[in-house]
């Protein structure tokens, strides 16, 4: 009976014990692995660790003691443990706590093993700053015959890469309570800033299909605007993702470097991947979770996306008045009469022939006229543009090839044609072909 009681009661024991470990949320402790001086805390110490972002790349973790909770990279922690085992790493890294030192040469590299024959995995620059993790036996490095003085050291980057490198070339410094770096090492920090990320925070990126359209000069306003960004506010910390099916914006505390050419925004579903200095790639997941890779470009100067779609749309405009100018009505025999307004409207009465084949039941006698494609390379020397007609009643458009000709306008229907985009590929398979007279 006792021996039961005592089972029951252990049992019980371990279940409350479960139950306050689950409502506190903490995964476990993790040590940190590079300061935190805006959190007053320093490598070595040992953390809350609550959730862990495969997104974002990110740990939430708090400052002991406090219930404040903030975000750091995945690789600035060691992974989430129990407390006492949590300990016991920080054992492991206590030789160099708060031990960081400052590359003397570009170029140094960082490899995968202690030693000179090692594949390389990093190149640090001038002026870097590595953390120093351990001590390791290696490779003895020579200068000729001579071993040069100095150890192989386990190393961390400031955008979490490790390996092994020799501290010959290493100027080693400890940071003050708290994090903070000591004054004399201030100003060659500041040398480390990423001239590349910078680079881009400062620029305004349009999707890559803008590149296409100016490059062809076949804008089409419907999907360049000067709105259709991403842009970071570097002053409000503010990150914005426009596009025509995407509205997003976000607040941010800072990117971290998680790889050559890739940075993470903090606290946001967005990755970037600089692939030159005009041109990178956004990687964005949304609410479904699932990343999306976005590209973006860079425009030159002379290249004002607003003064783009303001010359098209006047072009347009201008099309449509050519027709006006020319006509304004029309007359077939068999396709009934056609008149264009100067507010480009358009009349059309008498064209049962093209019901139901091109034109709706629906369709009253009127509607709108625009030009909203162009035409393609093979039918430029054939044609003078596509008209694209929408009948009061109907809902879609219906698209003609036409062709301005001494006494008169021939139309082309384009059921059936193909389309690249915004542009006229090919003609229709069997296509009507009417022609209506001056009047």
Known sequence: MNCF?????????????????SC???????VLLWD????GLQDGDIVPVYIRSNISHVYVVSTPGSKEHFEIPLWQVTDPQPHHKAQRTARRYAEFVHQYAKVKIDGLPVRSDPGNAAKQVYRLRKNETVKLLYKGKGQAVMAGKTPLEGDWMRILTKDGTEGWCFSYNLDQFQTQKGGIVPEAQQTDLQEEKDTVIESVLTKTWYPDYYRTMIDKNRIDPQLMNASYCFTVDTENNKVSLNLPSIHESW?????TKTGDVEYTFTGMPVKITVKSSSFIV???SGDNGKPRDLNFITLG??????????????????????LYAFGPDFKSANY??????????FSWKNYGLLVPSVVDSSAKNGGTLAVKFYLGDTLVSSYDGVLSFRFDGMDKDVNFLYKIENDGLRLEDLTGASYD??????????PLVLFFQKD
């Open 282 to 284: 956004v990687t964005y």
């Open 5 to 21: 009681f005592k089972k029951s009661s252990i049992c019980l024991l371990l279940a409350v014990l479960f139950i306050l470990t």
């Open 301 to 322: 100067e002379e290249e004002d996306v607003t003064e783009l779609v303001a010359a098209e749309k006047e072009r347009r405009i201008q099309e449509c008045a050519k």
């Open 24 to 30: 506190s949320g903490i995964m476990g402790y993790g």
């Open 36 to 39: 935190i001086p805006e959190h």
């Open 336 to 345: 009934g009469r056609l008149s264009f307004k100067e507010d480009q409207s």
């Open 251 to 255: 607040e941010y505390s800072g990117t």
């Open 421 to 430: 985009g915004n542009t006229v590929t090919s003609r229709g398979t069997s």
